[in-house]
């Protein structure tokens, strides 16, 4: 929160984050596509043909992956989708939290439970009364 003098009041400004839009035009025209060989198992399937893909997003800078499946085409199709994902997380904003007090049982409960809580740890010292030789 940003507290902006303006002369003879102050107004509070919330600062939000750069809406990046997330459908899959604007995804395709803001992002470099990247193919790569992917490792792990498969062999020699695997290892003859650029399946992985990597997608970086240039506003934002976000770089997302994929290389599960051998097929460049799913891989690509799977890279988009976490883009969006990751691009609607980083944008999301929580709705402003209102403070509440504590209700009067609650307070009591809580109490109730220290004090039990207190006289359990009492009962666990140990005492020269208890060493009578």
């Known amino acids: ?3 902006v003098n303006n002369g003879l009041r102050e107004t509070k400004e919330k600062i939000l ?3 990046y839009p997330t459908d899959r035009d604007s995804l395709e025209r803001d992002s470099d596509l990247e193919f790569f060989i992917a490792s792990g198992p498969g062999g020699q399937h695997r290892n003859k043909v650029e399946t992985g893909v990597r997608l970086t997003h240039r506003p934002s ?3 997302v992956t994929a290389t599960e ?3 460049q085409h799913a891989n690509r199709e799977i ?3 976490r883009m969006a994902a990751r691009l609607e997380e980083m944008q999301h904003t929580s709705p402003p939290r209102k403070p ?3 209700t009067a049982a609650s307070r009591k409960r809580r109490l109730e439970a220290k004090r039990r809580a207190a006289l359990l740890k009492r009962q666990r010292t140990i ?3 208890n060493y009578a030789d």
Do not use: H, Q
């Open 100 to 102: 509440t007090r504590p």
């Open 61 to 63: 800078g976000i770089s």
């Open 17 to 19: 984050p750069e809406l």
């Open 69 to 71: 499946r051998r097929s």
């Open 79 to 81: 890279a988009y989708e």
């Open 1 to 3: 929160m940003l507290i």
């Open 127 to 129: 005492t020269t009364d």
